[in-house]
């Protein structure tokens, strides 16, 4: 399958600072990108959408101006945290996919685990 | 919108032994059923995939089972190992232009016991 390339997988940052995870696709052109944020032995959640050249959009109760997010390339979406504090640590999980392909499927990078102190 | 449950949230089975896993969803357009792996710090890796014009789809000793009339898929793995040691995440969506509805279950953890 095709590979998606999220960096970094885990960082540490102190509360109030600002964070950017990159999630890149190698192998191919991703049209579109999802952010997922993940607790605990729980499920995926979507936190948005990013379609390359344009605008994210927001899943309700995701606050737009605190997770920026960027898609200025067919192959590279950026999440930054703003301002962050201990209640953002979570696992990030970014997506991938080619709406121009036949294939719709989403490929997963392996995740970053953020933990704010 | 969509609502999918999984079932078992746990699961232990003896080395060799099957594993199934079910889940329902409530959207009748719902069409595109994939199932996660994730293995511990890693993201989720697709392991298989069933669209709705087909009840079965088998890979190695790993199959899906779509039952569109109930809104019910279920994941099979036969002759377990060690490695299949994770948790699964099953889906659902509506195959197309928008994948961004997409809707993932509460995962089961399998735990294969050697």
């Known amino acids: 399958g095709a590979v998606v390339s999220q960096h970094p997988s885990r960082v540490i940052c102190k509360s109030g600072t600002s964070v950017k995870i990159e999630c890149r696709s190698l192998?191919?052109?991703?049209?579109?990108m999802f952010w997922y944020r993940q607790f605990p032995k729980q499920s995926l959640m979507l936190m948005a959408t990013?379609?390359?050249?344009?605008?994210?959009?927001?899943e309700q109760g995701v606050e737009k101006d605190k997770f920026l997010i960027n898609h200025a390339s067919l192959t590279l979406s950026t999440l930054t945290v703003t301002s962050a504090h201990p209640e953002d640590s979570s696992f990030y999980i970014c997506?991938?996919?080619?709406?121009?392909?036949?294939?719709?499927?989403?490929?997963f990078g392996q995740g970053t685990r953020l933990t704010v102190v | 919108g969509e609502n999918v449950e999984q079932h078992p949230s746990t699961l232990s089975v003896q080395e060799g032994d099957s594993a199934v896993i079910k889940c329902t969803y409530s959207?009748?357009?719902?069409?595109?059923f994939p199932w996660y792996k994730q293995e511990l710090g890693k993201g989720p890796q697709l392991i298989i995939d069933?669209?709705?014009?087909?009840g079965e789809k088998k890979d190695q000793r790993i199959a899906v089972t779509l039952n569109k009339t109930a809104k019910h898929f279920s994941l099979h793995i036969t002759e377990t190992q060690p490695e299949d040691s994770a948790v699964y995440f099953c889906?659902?969506?509506?195959?197309?232009?928008?994948?961004?509805?997409?809707?993932f279950g509460a995962g089961t953890r399998l735990t294969v016991k050697p």
């Open positions: 959207d009748s357009a719902s069409n595109y």
């Open positions: 997506s991938a996919q080619n709406r121009g392909a036949l294939n719709t499927e989403a490929f």
């Open positions: 889906a659902a969506s509506t195959t197309g232009y928008n994948n961004n509805d997409m809707r």
């Open positions: 069933i669209r709705s014009n087909v």
């Open positions: 990013s379609n390359e050249g344009s605008k994210a959009t927001y």
């Open positions: 192998d191919f052109q991703a049209t579109t």
